[in-house]
Every structure is written in C-alpha cells, then in structure tokens.
Nanobody, 120 residues
Framework: VQLVESGGDLAQPGGSLRLSCAAS????????MSWARQAPGKGLEWVSG????????FYADSVKGRFTISRDNAKNTLYLLLNSLQPEDTALYYC??????????????RGQGTQVTVSS
C-alpha cells in the first residue's frame, strides 16, 4: 500500500489550494478514504472523509463549508480542495485509508503528508 500526497504550498489567508493523494497497491474503490492534519505542537485532527463511491462526504466542523473532498476512482486519486484558507489551517496534511468498519480518522495506512502553510 502506498499513499503519496502532493499539492501543499504556502498560501495567503483567503486563498485556495488543492491537495492530491495518489493511491497504489490496493483496490482503491474498496475503501473509504480520509484526510487528516497535524498542526505544529498538536495532535492529529481528522478533517474529511469520503465513501467508496464518492457519493457521501463528511467534514469536521472546523472546515465545513470551506473544504471539499472528492475522489477519482479511475485514477486512484483522492483530492481535497481547500478554500478560504486561514492561518489556523497551517498543518501537515495526510491522506489515509480507512480501516473497514472504523470511525472516521482510524487509518490502517496513511501517507507521509504534504505541508500547507497559510501566512501573509
């Protein structure tokens, strides 16, 4: 199993970024997927999750209405669109494969992360 995130960058407050997660080594369509983040000095925070077919999406209150999760099962890729970025969104963002039947944020595999920094 391999999960490789990309798209992190320095963004200004109010700006946007799109993160990608390329998945390989497993049948992508069989698994729900999630994004989580870890800010400096803080624990891992689940951000958003998506069902296997992409028809159901879920968000933490802190990002609801600003972030959008999606997936392209033909490309084995997970996405997270980050809009209206705020300095408190600064974190290392991970994509993770949800364990079967688990709560959102309980991963059996996750990537190495991509850094998002929001600053003027």
């Amino acid at each position: 199993v391999q999960l490789v995130e990309s798209g992190g960058d320095l963004a200004q407050p109010g700006g946007s970024l799109r993160l990608s997660c390329a998945a390989s080594g497993f049948t992508f369509t069989n698994y729900a997927m999630s994004w989580a983040r870890q800010a400096p000095g803080k624990g891992l925070e689940w951000v958003s999750g998506i069902s296997t077919g992409g028809t159901s999406t879920f968000y933490a209150d802190s990002v609801k209405g600003r972030f959008t999760i999606s997936r392209d099962n033909a490309k084995n890729t997970l996405y997270l669109l980050l809009n209206s970025l705020q300095p408190e969104d600064t974190a290392l963002y991970y994509c993770g494969r949800q364990s079967f039947g688990s709560n959102w944020g309980q991963f059996d595999y996750r990537g190495q992360g991509t850094q998002v920094t929001v600053s003027s």
